[in-house]
């Protein structure tokens, strides 16, 4: 989500670029950590990333996925440490996504 509470849109390779892919998915572990804390009432209960798994909405050429993905895991090793915010990890390129996100 944006600021305003709008989805971010768009492929990466199409519609934006890989800075801006990487962004969204910075901003997808954004609403992640957000959920998290209003379920659990503290970041402070969890403790460790196991997995994150990143779905890219990308154009067929696009092959930097992983690169995407950082921006979650950037965030979350960020919250938490390299020790417990950095888990096994995949990155994986789609045609399509819900409502067009990236």
């Known amino acids: 989500m944006q600021n305003d509470k709008s989805l971010i849109i768009g492929r990466i390779g199409k519609d934006m670029d890989i800075e ?3 962004l969204a998915a910075r901003q997808v ?3 992640m950590l957000s959920t998290i804390k209003a ?3 503290s970041l402070n209960r969890v403790k460790r990333v196991i997995k ?3 779905m890219v909405n990308c154009t067929p050429e696009f ?6 993905i950082n921006g979650c895991s950037e ?3 960020a919250v938490w440490g390299t020790e417990n915010g950095i888990g096994v990890r995949s990155a994986v390129g789609f045609g ?3 409502d ?3």
């Open 100 to 102: 067009n996100i990236p």
């Open 96 to 98: 399509s996504l819900p």
């Open 20 to 22: 801006a892919g990487k």
């Open 39 to 41: 379920n659990l009432g």
């Open 63 to 68: 092959e930097r996925h992983p690169y995407v």
């Open 29 to 31: 572990g954004l609403t």
């Open 52 to 54: 994150v798994l990143g």
């Open 75 to 77: 965030l979350f090793a």
